[in-house]
């Protein structure tokens, strides 16, 4: 009896039936294939994502796999997930090198803006995205202390050297000045500053840079409007704030923000963080003071709900002592909620760049595939 050929027109077939969650189309016809490759009777596939964060990647791995597996006459696959992290086409003002702006903002202080800010950078980069992080919070920068790095950043002459810490390349004031020191800045020294850090600093090739803002409405999210062009905006937030309306004023600031700047500055979405409260002992996340504003607040808002972080004690031992939350307890639900924040984050800006209407991490169009 002879044995069935396998060939890369039956493999193709087989993945027209794995539909992406968010575009309702087939991997195939969306252009996610990279690659074929059959020898004997195993098949190897490469399916490449718009970013190495998407939170649908294990599903749609799994899918072509059991695709693939069912056809006569195969017996081993491989199928290996792939990103290329594309930049918007207008990049008018944009930094050279760095694709990707998001800025992490927030009514007011103390939400965990920066908390968010380092989680969802180290979440990223474990994704195995290239990332930065910027911390414009000239006031009060903080991210020397949640990132464990104090050593002064070089200088070659020309430019300054960021430092690196859990595959993150990072930035921030807090590296020139004396801790607790109290430093005194007028509105035109922090655009300097700013402008500064986003030029004047070695970033060199960055799928994302995320920028810690400080609280407020202030100079420095006007500064950093005006001198780059922002992918999209994450509004931090507390349980407290959606009964102050403290969201709905950060999120019109942005949109006066970007009419001011002469382009778009849209919403990534909100992020309600300090929710419930995560038992130490168990993880089990429990209401005290109820739930449910966050979705909300979102929707009569009209942004995505990103992610809901739960108030844990290891939280704030994690920023205390350099290690950002995710890698100290990455089993615990806070660590759960920053990572799928991160894929949202990635996911929403893979959909803008593309031009989808709803978060979507595909290629569709964006370059050759085996299916053109
Ligand atoms: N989910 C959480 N659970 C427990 N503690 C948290 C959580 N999120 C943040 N914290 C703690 O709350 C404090 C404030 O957080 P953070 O510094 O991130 O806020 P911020 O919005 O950046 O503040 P600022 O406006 O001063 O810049 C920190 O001590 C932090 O460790
Ligand atoms: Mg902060």
Known sequence: MSKTVVTDQAVLNALRAVIDP???????????????????SSVGAVIQLTTPA???????????????????????VNVSMTAAVYAPTE???????????????????????????????????????????LDADIYGPSIPMMMG???????DGERIQPLFRFG???????FFIE????????????GKALQQFLHDVSWGELDYLVVDLPPGTGDAPMSLAQLIPITGVVVVMTPQDV?????????????????????PLPILGIVENMSGFACPKCG????????????????????PLLGVVPMDPTVTVAGDTGHPSILLDPDSPQADAFRRIAGQVAARISAITVGGSKEACGSAGASPSLAD
């Open 54 to 76: 998407c939170p649908v990647k294990d599903q749609l791995r799994v899918q072509a796999e059991n695709a693939i597996g069912a056809l006569p006459g195969v017996e081993r």
């Open 243 to 263: 009964a102050q309306r403290i969201a709905y004023k950060a999120v019109l600031m942005f949109e006066v923000l970007g009419e001011s700047a002469g382009r």
């Open 22 to 40: 968010d575009l309702g189309r087939d991997i195939v016809s969306l252009g996610f294939v990279k690659e074929v490759r059959i020898d004997g």
């Open 284 to 303: 089990a996340v429990t209401h005290p003071l109820g739930s449910a504003g966050a979705q909300d607040a979102a929707t009569r808002l009209g942004v």
């Open 91 to 133: 990049r008018a003002g944009g930094l050279p090198g760095i694709k990707h702006v998001i800025a992490v903002a927030s009514g007011k202080g103390g939400v965990g803006k920066s908390t968010v800010a380092v989680n969802l950078a180290v979440a990223l980069a474990q994704s195995g995205a290239s990332v930065g992080l």
């Open 149 to 155: 790095a104090d050593e002064q950043p070089e200088f």
């Open 168 to 174: 993150v390349k990072l930035m921030s004031m807090g």
């Open 179 to 190: 801790e607790d020191r109290a430093v005194v800045w007028r509105g035109p020294m922090i």
